[in-house]
């Protein structure tokens, strides 16, 4: 069975930093140092949570925080396979743990549609931050033909059910969307059988 340990360390460890404070800068910080930690090791998430599914790029859920301030979703992506271009409307963190990620940053352009503003290919441990607000434009794509990428998001709601945007580059045509998730259960991030004492 995977020891998912590290993923209730940093769930827990994230939880007392909201619990201190609101301040977006001061959670992207401390949150970038935790999830760096988290992705610092690959043996961690269960297989189904970063199983590539042909047809499309996947969200699971690892974890929704009860009151709403973060949630935690590994993202897999087959050879090929790319988001279109959206936003985000909450603060979040990306952790690159397996393989390699082509991010596209966009911003708004005077005609209407979107800019080109920065390309970079994200590799294994790599952690990066989203900001809402101009700079929420992304769009992501495995950067490897030939291999599944995992990467580890979080963000500041529980994604999964906020309306956001994907948009037409050319354009600028904004579509509204719910990205729910891909599955519909997440690891055990409570205590687990193997950490308790059987001896009664
Ligand atoms: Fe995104």
């Known amino acids: 069975m995977t020891d998912i340990a590290p993923l209730r360390v940093f769930v827990q460890s994230l939880t007392a930093v909201l619990d201190r404070t609101e301040d977006q ?29 042909p047809e499309r790029y996947s969200q699971y859920l690892l974890h929704a925080d009860p009151y709403g301030r973060f949630s935690v979703v590994s993202f ?27 991010e596209e940053r966009f911003t708004r352009s005077e005609g209407g549609g979107f800019r080109l503003e920065e390309e970079e290919v994200l590799g294994v441990g790599h952690v990066g931050p989203l900001r809402p607000g101009d700079a929420d434009y992304h769009r992501v794509s495995n950067a490897l033909d030939d291999a599944p990428s995992v990467s580890i998001h979080v963000y500041g709601a529980n994604i999964g059910a906020v309306t956001r945007a994907t948009y037409d580059i050319e354009t600028g045509e904004e579509k509204q969307f719910i990205s729910g998730y891909s599955s519909d259960v997440v690891p055990i991030c409570g205590i687990l059988r193997n950490d308790t004492n059987h001896d009664f």
């Open 25 to 53: 800068e001061t959670v992207l910080e401390e949150g970038g140092r935790l999830l760096k930690e988290l992705i610092s090791g690959d043996d961690w998430l269960p297989d189904c949570f970063a199983k590539p599914n």
């Open 76 to 102: 897999v992506w087959g050879p090929g396979q790319t988001t279109p271009l959206h936003d985000h409307r909450v603060w979040g963190l990306i952790g690159i743990l397996r393989g390699k990620e082509r």
